[in-house]
């Protein structure tokens, strides 16, 4: 067996290896797809199964490319790709290259955006990220690297992320944690200036451990990231970052003390000054506190003045709509995880309590990492007009006297990076009509444009798309049951599931309560008259998580299982499991109608739908988001 440091050399002798290395690190490929015929000569079955570059140019032999980078085609095409590449990266200012920041404001002395987020949904080849949360994340550092705004994205690197689904023979969920093997995953190590690899060391009760630190590229961002499987670590603490809101109280507290302490101590070691500090969600909120740290550090102010003074360069986002959704430790675990870190500050530990809190001085109050986000930050922000106003209520207590309508928490409605979203026969048609740059460029111009497109080419496009969908969901749907053994008792065979003629309906999304998974089953036997409407038949296709705690979502997904099961509805509903990023992109691009059924007004922004939209399909939801 070769040994690592001889692939390593082999690797390094052949020209045109590190070309496609940097091209295979590079994230950009999760929404331009301009370099997949590449990974897919190199091997279309692990390609065609992964869509992950990094793990294929990995398995690939040194032989194997060597003798692709002599066939003059794929060089040229390799070159060419890192050409297009390097340009993008070094858009000169005032150029015809200029990235949209730079032409809109020329004078901008915004140098450095940090971006906290919990999870990033970037592509499946990076499992890191649980649902919207993440997919909001991931589309945003999309968008900053296309127009060009000077973003850092900092999170952690999960052994096993969020879990995997399994649907057993009853329509029961499984949860399985995959190990997120590193050396497949599209990062590298952080390397310092030195080049040895940056590993962070933190005390913790009783304990220093080590954390290491990775870094993803995508396109003209940087996504770094934090994990505590380092080997010098003590067993206990090596899985710290081993699963996404999972492990209970204490491991959450433990992870979002990394992300918010350790991640601007991350940043700060790298020299790097961050003039806004952007918090998804309150899991980040402590970075408030580690900016304020440095900040005292620099200029010998106290801890009141210095967070004071760096409050104006924070942004909180808040998501949740719901009050039982955000973070809320005792304050025993605040005081034994943070009472060392507050003498550092030189403050008691009661004060830092006191900013968790809607009555400072209740001692039997938990600490609340939205409160701590709302008084640490400069600005905050809800992601739709509705949710807003349900953020000032909920805030509201913050605010005693204020009129709800004045409690400061403005709007700033989430979008979608439409490239990641479309469809190849979605995209040649928004080409066609709109450019090639239309994403990036003022949008006031596309709603003509779009509207020159004739019925005869939209309704092509779907149908299109549908083909598709059917073909993902016939493969999969075989996939899964003949992995638990219900395939044959069935009776399906792959070319009767579904019609790609047929008007095809989809719902996907996380199975818990407040969203109503299930209204469509209220009155199953109307469901089964439309589904089954001779002469205007219905297909549904319906996919969705619920937490391993939440045993009612789990109930949900069971009896939608077992329903599509049931003779009269055979081969017209399906539960596809383990929705992830790669269903999704399916779905949304492929489904005539998208079905969402949210308690008003606890949707927060629907993102979802817009995706939908940009393939052609219609979003059918409340009036929410």
């Not at 080049?195 to 913790?204: A, K, S, T, Y």
């Not at 009155?523 to 589904?531: F, T, V």
């Amino acid at each position: 067996m070769a040994q690592p440091t001889k692939l390593r050399a082999a690797l390094e002798s052949i020209s045109g290896a590190e070309d496609l290395a940097e091209l295979a690190l590079d994230m950009r490929w999760s929404w331009s797809h301009a370099s997949d015929e590449l990974w897919g000569r190199i091997d279309p079955e692990l390609w065609e199964i992964t869509h992950n570059p990094w793990a294929v140019f990995q398995t690939a032999s040194p032989t194997k490319l060597k003798q692709l980078l002599n066939e003059k085609s794929f060089r040229e095409e390799v070159d060419r790709l890192r050409a297009n590449q390097l340009r993008e990266s070094d858009a000169a200012t005032g150029s015809d290259s200029a990235t949209w920041l730079q032409k809109v404001q020329p004078s901008s002395k915004l140098k450095t955006v940090a971006y906290f987020s919990m999870e990033f949904g970037l592509s499946e080849a990076l499992p890191i990220y649980s649902g919207g949360l993440g997919n909001v994340a991931g589309d945003q550092l999309k968008s900053a690297s296309d127009l060009g705004i000077p973003v850092i994205g900092v999170g952690l690197l999960y052994q096993q992320g969020y879990f995997r689904q399994v649907i057993g023979a009853d329509g029961s969920q499984r949860a399985v944690y995959p190990y997120n093997d590193p050396s497949q995953l599209p990062i590298l190590p952080l390397r310092d200036s030195t080049g040895e690899w940056l590993r962070i060391r933190v005390q913790l009760p009783g304990y220093a451990v080590w954390l290491r630190t990775w870094e993803a590229r995508v396109g003209r961002v940087r996504l770094l990231l934090l994990d505590s499987n380092d080997p010098a670590n003590p067993p206990a603490y090596r899985g710290m970052t081993s699963e996404l809101y999972g492990g209970g109280t204490e491991m959450r507290l433990q992870q979002e003390i990394i992300l918010g302490i350790i991640g601007y101590r991350m940043l700060h070691t790298l020299g790097i000054r961050p003039d806004v500090c952007h918090l998804n969600e309150g899991h980040a909120g402590f970075a408030v506190w580690e900016r304020a740290r440095v900040f005292m550090e620099e200029t010998g102010l106290p801890f009141d003045v210095a967070l004071l003074a760096t409050r104006a360069g924070n942004l909180f986002t808040t998501h949740t709509p719901v009050d039982a959704g955000i973070d809320r430790f005792p304050a025993y675990l605040i005081e034994h995880y943070l009472r060392e870190y507050s003498a550092n500050l030189h403050v008691k530990v009661d004060d830092l309590l006191a900013m968790g809190r809607a009555n400072p001085d209740d001692p039997n109050e938990p600490f609340n990492m939205a409160y701590l986000g709302i008084r640490g930050c400069g600005a905050v922000n809800g992601v739709s007009q509705l949710h807003t106003q349900v953020s000032r209520k909920m805030f509201s207590n913050l605010f005693p006297r204020w009129p709800v309508t004045e409690v400061p928490v403005a709007c700033v409605t989430n979008g979608v990076h439409v490239p990641s979203w479309d469809s190849s026969e979605s995209d040649a048609l928004w080409h066609q009509a709109c450019g090639s740059d239309r994403w990036r460029q003022d949008l006031d111009e596309l709603e003509t444009q779009v509207r020159f497109i004739s019925d005869d080419e939209l309704w092509k496009m779907r149908c299109a798309n549908r083909v598709h969908l059917v073909d993902a969901v016939r493969t999969r749907n075989k996939r899964q049951e003949g992995a638990i053994g219900t395939w044959s008792a069935t009776g399906h065979k792959g070319t009767n599931i579904f019609d790609p003629n047929t008007l095809t309906l989809g719902f996907a999304r996380r199975f818990t309560t407040y969203k109503r998974p299930n209204l469509l089953l209220h009155n199953p036997e109307r469901l089964i008259r439309i589904l089954t409407n001779p002469n205007h038949p219905v297909q549904l296709v319906v996919a969705g998580k619920a937490h391993p705690e939440d045993r009612e979502g789990q109930r949900m997904i069971q009896e939608w299982v077992q329903f599509s099961r049931w003779q009269e509805v055979q081969g017209r509903v399906v539960f596809l499991s383990d929705y992830d990023i790669s269903l999704a992109e399916q779905l949304v691009q492929g489904v005539d109608v998208w079905i969402n059924t949210p308690r008003r007004p606890w949707e927060a922004c629907g993102t979802s739908g817009m995706k939908v939209l940009v393939n052609g399909g219609l979003n059918l939801s409340s009036l929410d988001g």
